[in-house]
Structures are given as C-alpha cells and as structure tokens.
C-alpha cells in the first residue's frame, strides 16, 4: 500500500512539475487561452499589443520583433513598387501613340484600338509589379497567425520550428551588430 501511496504522490509531483511554468509564470493563463483555433482578436494585433499581451520572456519578445520587422519590409516593398508601377504606367500612358492598324478599321470602337508603347514600358511595370508579387507572399508567409501559432508552440513546448530559430539567430546576430 505504501508502494502505491509513494508512487501516486511521485507522479503527481512529476506533474506538478511539468506543469509549473503554467500556474506560476505571471500572465501565463491571460495570454494563451485554451481554444485549439485562436479567435481572430486574439492574434490580429499590432506591434504593441502583441508584446504587451504575448512578450512574456526575452525570446518571445525576439520573435514578435522579427516578425514585424519582416512584415514591414515586406510592406515597404510593396509600396515602393506600387509608386514605381503606378508612376511607369503614367508615363506611359502620356507617351503612348496609336498603332497604325487601329485606324485601318474604323469600325472598332476607340476604346478598343491597339496602343503601341515604347520598349522600355513593359519591364517598367512588370518589374515592380513582380516586387508587389514578392512582397505580398513574404507577408502572407510571416503572417501574425502564424506569429501567434508559433509563439504558442514555444510556450508550449519549448521548441521553435526550425524556419524559425535559424532565422531568429541570424535577426538576434545582425541586432546586435549594429545592421537594423
């Protein structure tokens, strides 16, 4: 009976301890509840909420600034190249001539007569229109749920997906250096 008695109070030490970081980290219950699939509020944050709400350790807090750091490159990108497009396609437009094919049937309405445009027209807007491209995936793949979901499973379990932790090392590394 002893046996029995010593190993059920070891077991629920043993978890007890396993689960200690839970009940005693400050915040720990208000930041992550327990839903399998997180409510839209509770990840569609901005900077400051994020850390106020998630930043409950140094790592936690390093994740969260990588992520907006590449989301706000990625959205520079995406403006940058918006402003370059658009300005191109002005140009364009203003030094674009008629083709000599579309007034050999007058029958077409002017609407949809062929337009010749320089040679350089067409990079001029495909580049930058590529970088938006770019730039929409790189916010799509560092996207706040899947900030949210990460930060979660490092709560949760200690362990960074690998994406994750290379790229935090080498953001943690150039910080420190001085680069950003």
């Known amino acids: ?91 364009a437009g203003a030094t674009s001539s008629p083709s000599s094919s579309s007034s050999s049937n007058p029958n077409m309405p002017s609407s949809s007569r062929d337009v010749e445009y320089a040679g350089w027209v067409y990079p001029a807007v495909g580049v930058p229109f590529s970088a938006m491209v770019f730039g929409l995936a790189k916010m799509g793949a560092w996207n706040r749920l899947q900030l949210y979901q990460n930060l979660r499973q490092y709560h949760e379990k200690r362990v960074l997906p690998t994406k994750i932790r290379h790229r935090l090392t080498d953001y943690l590394a150039r910080t420190q250096a001085g680069e950003f």
Not at 29 to 53: G, N
Not at 70 to 79: M, N, P, V, Y
């Open 1 to 91: 009976m002893k046996k029995y008695l010593a190993l059920l109070v070891g077991v629920l030490l043993l978890t007890l301890n396993a689960h200690a970081q839970s009940f005693f980290t400050p915040g720990f219950k208000a930041a992550w509840p327990a839903a399998e699939k997180p409510k839209s509020e509770e990840y569609q944050l901005d900077h400051a909420e994020f850390l106020t709400r998630y930043g409950v350790s140094d790592t936690a807090r390093a994740i969260i600034n990588m992520y907006y750091k590449k989301r706000g490159s990625a959205l520079l990108t995406i403006q940058i190249a918006a402003v370059v497009s658009a300005a191109a396609g002005a140009v």
